[in-house]
């Protein structure tokens, strides 16, 4: 079935360090959502990618979308305590409805102050 | 705004006995969606709906059942509790993208 794999599981950094994180499908998707969890929380969308080759900006944060659409990159330039918490890329469901996701296991990042 | 609401937060059963997980959104979304997080992993989706009175299965459905019968709830059933259920589960709603969390419950079977 369809996967969708992140690297790495965990990252510690030092607080105004990068960070980033990857996720790779099996399969093309049509678009990639990010999600961030901070611990003990819920995931909260933080955005969704559609193009091929498109990168979108968040003040710290850029997000890319690979030109083949089966790769995913998020990127934190110098992180801060408030970036702790794991982040998730989704990918549509390729047999299912375009609703459904499938989640990466996730990117744990701790800041260490 | 309420969003998403799930209860309970916090539960711990028995082995075999039963419980029903609540989720109710008031966004007048479509669709609503179910999801089990176990620990150090990604969102693992036991079941979806797309309206009232229609459910699907997702990737986990064994030990679960669902309904619909209004737009605003989605209701997780677990008939007969078993140890590999431990998890958070999380309810989340959309109208298309992107899809809205729960707080989620925690539950563990002992």
């Known amino acids: 079935g369809q996967q969708v794999m992140q690297i790495p599981q965990y990252q510690h950094v030092q607080e105004g360090e990068d960070f980033t994180t990857y996720c790779n499908s099996s399969t093309t998707l049509s678009n990639i959502q990010w999600y961030k969890q901070r611990p003990g929380g819920h995931p909260v969308f933080l955005i969704q990618?559609?193009?091929?080759?498109e990168v979108k900006k968040q003040k710290r944060l850029t997000f890319q979308f690979g030109e083949a659409k089966k790769n995913s990159s998020l990127h934190i330039t110098a992180t801060q305590t408030t970036d702790v918490g794991t982040y998730f890329c989704a990918g549509p469901i390729s047999s299912g409805s375009a609703r459904q996701l499938t989640f990466g296991s996730g990117t744990q990042l701790t800041v260490l102050p | 705004n309420a969003g998403v609401t799930q209860t309970p937060k916090f539960r711990i059963l028995k082995i075999g006995q039963s419980m029903t997980l609540q989720c109710t959104q008031d966004m007048n979304h479509n669709y609503m969606y179910w999801y089990r997080q176990d620990p150090g992993m990604g969102l693992k989706l036991i079941y979806y709906s797309v309206g009232a009175g229609i459910t699907d299965k997702g990737e986990v459905p064994n030990g679960y059942n669902v309904s619909r019968s209004t737009t605003e709830d989605f209701p997780l059933r677990l008939e007969l509790a078993a140890p590999s259920q431990t998890s958070v589960y999380f309810c989340?709603?959309?109208?298309?993208?992107?899809?809205?969390f729960g707080d989620g419950t925690r539950l563990s079977i002992l």
């Open positions: 989340a709603s959309s109208i298309d993208q992107p899809q809205h």
């Open positions: 990618l559609v193009k091929s080759g």
